[in-house]
């Protein structure tokens, strides 16, 4: 889909003319008001959707009136999700353009095209008949500006929902490290099997030893004009999470090819940097590998060595992502960086939990992570913070290593947030766990089933605003 602006609009044909009405008042179109509001008493809920022909009586064919609700309720969230709305109704009635032509006093450019875009997403590359798209919209009443950074941020979740999405025989480690080597505005440096041995990330190089797909460790940086902070953006890549030896049931393996969210969403931000030229120093890092059972899997009991010396005994092989982080929080700790943050579909327990409306956040720095709810919250997504009470470390006690991988089964989200704290030491750190917000399995609100690009938002709102 094509977005344009325009202010001119009044005399300029097109298929359908989008308007918005709020409750209680009347539209800009005179025809709307007679037909839709005085006869139909079309009220203009939030979402609500009523279409008009025009027979000729203006340059549009059509007019799509989409309800904004009550007015002094309205934000750039519920613009993002009316637009979506749009969008997917003109989808429905096949409209190849549109003109939006809002009665709405403020800029919401930004989240009408991320909006837009979002509705406009279709995973059906594999599919021989396509999805119902529509070509063109042009938006009347919003900035160049934030039409345009709207679209940079709407690319950059479309390329991480591409990603998740993509069946796990294509988007292997190898394939996400190519990725990484084509975005532009980074410098990308990529280390292969023997070199991540070399660096003593015994606890990652496990987890990977049982797949016939070779590990790649990934390590992309930013360098922006002015630096006001270093930032690690770390993202969870495990291309298919099998469990391992302590393999998983079907109905819990079929969807993890999307355990690579958390790189997919990190590929997507670091691809919008170049773009958005936030004024900081921006590390992407992915230990991307592939948890598979075979011969030469790492079993349960066996002692891996983390990159700082500390000892891991596995306790359960389907606690993997923790142990892949381990090593990239290490990793990115010696870089020096003022904060980190790793986002990942961490745990089950996560999703138990908050089910698919929140990502769980956990850190060290109470500031920073008010900062990521607040940003998530502004930027359309919704975090919530869990606890790391130090007790939750007591049941990953081992009687032979430093640690265990797993604990108790209950609280599971906490007890993996603090299993990863053992290998933070010094900057400021978040955990996003995205588990059960990452890939949806049936549509939610503007998103369709599969893959949400959770975290790219609010990642790309973060930096942006440093
Ligand atoms: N990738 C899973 C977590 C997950 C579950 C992501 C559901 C998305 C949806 C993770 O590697 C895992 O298997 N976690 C285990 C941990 C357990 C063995 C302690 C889990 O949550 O069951
Ligand atoms: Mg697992
Ligand atoms: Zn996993």
């Not at 009347?26 to 009523?50: C, H, M």
């Not at 590359?125 to 900035?143: C, G, L, W």
């Not at 030229?277 to 079993?299: F, V, W």
């Not at 750190?429 to 599969?450: N, R, V, Y």
Request: charged fraction near 25%; include cysteine; charge should be negative.
């Amino acid at each position: 889909m094509e977005i344009k602006v325009s202010e001119n609009v009044t005399s300029t044909p097109c298929e359908v003319i989008v308007i918005n009405k709020f409750e209680g008042e009347k539209t800009s179109i005179e025809l709307a008001n007679k037909y839709a509001v005085d006869k139909d008493r079309f009220e203009g809920k939030l979402g609500e959707t009523y279409i008009l022909h025009t027979f000729g009586q203006i340059p549009a064919d059509k007019i799509l009136i989409i309800g904004t609700g009550k007015k002094e309720e309205f934000d750039a969230n519920k613009m993002r999700e009316i637009v979506a709305k749009s969008v997917k109704k003109l989808q429905q009635i096949k409209a190849k353009n549109a003109i939006f032509d809002f009665d709405i006093n403020a800029d919401y450019g930004k989240s009408a095209a991320i909006g837009a875009l979002i509705a406009d997403y279709a995973f059906d590359k594999y599919k021989n008949k396509k999805a119902d798209r529509v070509d063109e919209i042009t938006f009347a009443k919003f900035s160049e500006k934030e039409v345009k950074e709207g679209i940079v941020f709407a690319n950059a979740m479309k390329m991480t929902r591409d990603l998740a999405n993509e069946p796990a025989q294509f988007a292997t480690p190898e394939k996400l490290a190519d990725v990484a080597k084509n975005i532009e505005g980074v410098t990308t440096q990529i280390f292969d099997k023997d070199e991540i041995e070399r660096m003593g990330m015994g606890a990652y190089l496990a987890v990977g030893q049982g797949s016939v797909h070779p590990p790649r460790f990934i390590h992309m940086k930013y360098t922006g004009k002015n630096i006001k902070k270093k930032i690690a953006l770390i993202g969870k890549g495990i291309c298919f999470d099998s469990g391992g030896l302590d393999i998983k049931p079907a109905s819990s393996m079929l969807t993890m090819r999307d355990d690579m969210s958390g790189a997919a969403c990190i590929l997507g931000v670091m691809s919008a940097l170049k773009y958005l030229e936030p004024d900081a120093e921006i590390h992407g890092i992915i230990a991307a590998c592939e948890n598979m059972p075979s011969g030469s899997s790492y079993k349960p009991g066996d002692i891996l060595t983390a990159k700082n010396g500390k000892t891991i005994e596995v306790d359960n092989t389907d606690a993997e992502g923790r142990l892949t982080l381990a090593d990239a929080l290490c990793y990115a700790c010696e870089l020096g960086v003022d904060e980190v943050i790793d986002i990942a579909t961490l745990t089950g327990a996560c999703m138990v939990a908050l089910g698919t409306v929140a990502s769980g956040i956990m850190g060290n720095d109470k500031e920073m992570i008010n900062s990521l709810i607040e940003t998530a919250k502004s930027s359309g997504e919704t975090y919530w913070e869990l606890p790391m009470f130090p007790e939750y470390k007591d049941s990953l006690k081992s009687d032979i290593a430093d640690m265990k991988n797993t604990g108790s089964r209950y609280g599971g989200a906490s007890t993996a947030g603090v299993f990863l704290q053992e290998f933070v030491k010094g900057p400021k750190w978040c955990h996003i766990d995205i588990a059960g917000t990452a890939f949806l399995e049936k549509p939610q609100k503007e998103f369709i089933s599969g893959a949400t690009g959770a975290g790219v938002r609010t990642l790309l709102n973060y930096v942006k605003n440093i």
